[in-house]
């Protein structure tokens, strides 16, 4: 069976105080949430998730329970998380039993913390990772969207209808159609939050500067943004021309649109035309109600992967730029 998280629990003498755990969590840092499970004995939830620097990818989770065996805090954070994941669930663990006098019991046994020996990296890599994985789990919910859907009728077919007129009425290819939007939406915030991690970086450079809105700048300072995020929102991540243009005002050298190109020679339509065509038909479809009549799943599936191949050139590109190795394992 594969272990999805690292896991440990607080247990704490007799005459230990609901309140002393709860103040803890909160001088730790943790944000009390809400939970949608029903447990017995369970009396608060809290969750902690550093985005300063990218440095948490799971976080932390963490829940206090009262039963007749006495209170007991349970520490959790899903494998996959970073380095400062980790090291704020071993702080936990350590507070915890120093503040009460107790132990705790993790998957390494009793006040074993958990291992913390790989390697640190940099806010830039960090910031990629995220938006990286963020992207690959968001057009796998479109595929496993495709997987369940279920069509009634004779008209739903995964092709041309021999009755041409009946291919309007196809559920699947309308269905079909209604993921461009979605998905140009997701490689839209991918990229967005790619030109972010840039920002925090290299700093806000003149050039970026004079491409603002002043006045959408002060509008954007009243919801309580990072500056890097109310720039980046003012810029298009849609086309991938524009998107290489946005980047190109970071760095020049920062050209996805000369890197797109180059890895597809050779075939019978260039990723970067394929991408460009594909936000196309988003916009068609979004602006018109015209649909693209050939996007049966094979096209849209094959639309995905050069999404996530797009995704992974600018990926490594940013990686070379800035001299990280990019974190693959999402």
């Given amino acids: 069976m594969q272990v999805l ?30 939970d949608w499970r029903d447990i017995e004995g369970h009396v608060g939830s809290y969750i902690w998730y550093e985005k300063e620097d990218y440095k948490s990818w799971t976080g932390v989770e963490l829940g206090i329970y009262q039963t007749e065996e006495g209170l007991s805090v349970h520490s959790r954070s899903r494998y996959g998380g970073s380095f400062w994941d980790v090291r704020k669930l071993n702080e936990t663990l350590r507070v915890y039993r120093d503040f009460t006098a107790g132990h705790f019991i993790s998957d390494y046994g009793r006040n074993r913390f958990f291992p913390t020996d790989y390697e640190r990296v940099s806010p830039i890599a960090s910031g990629c990772f995220i938006a990286r994985w963020r992207f690959e789990n968001a057009v796998g919910l479109a595929r496993r969207y495709r997987m369940v859907r279920k069509f009634e009728g004779d008209i739903a077919l995964d092709g041309p209808h021999e009755i041409p007129f009946l ?39 003149d050039r970026v500067r004079s491409n ?103 990926h490594n590109m940013m990686g070379e730029h800035f001299g990280f190795e990019p974190i693959t394992d999402y």
């Fill in 167 to 205: 291919d309007d009425l196809n559920p699947l290819l309308f269905s079909n159609n209604m993921q461009l939007p979605y998905l140009i939406a997701v490689w839209e915030d991918y990229f967005r939050s790619l030109f972010v991690a840039s920002l925090r970086e290299l700093g806000i450079s």
């Fill in 212 to 314: 603002l809105n002043p006045t959408k700048t002060r509008f954007s300072l009243e919801k309580g943004r990072s500056a890097e995020e109310i720039i980046a929102n003012q810029f298009a991540f849609q086309r991938p021309d524009v998107i290489s243009r946005n980047f190109q005002l970071l760095d020049k050298s920062l050209d996805f649109e000369g890197c797109w190109k180059k890895n597809s020679k050779g075939k019978r339509i260039l990723l970067f035309d394929q991408i460009t065509r594909l936000v196309g038909d988003r916009n068609s479809f979004v602006h018109e109600g015209a649909m693209n009549m050939t996007l049966y799943n094979k096209k849209l599936e094959h639309a995905d992967r050069r999404l996530l191949r797009a995704a992974d050139l600018a």
């Fill in 5 to 34: 998280a690292r896991e440990a629990t607080n247990y704490f003498p007799d005459g230990t105080s609901l309140r002393k755990l709860r103040r803890i969590a909160d001088l730790l840092g943790y944000q009390k949430v809400k």
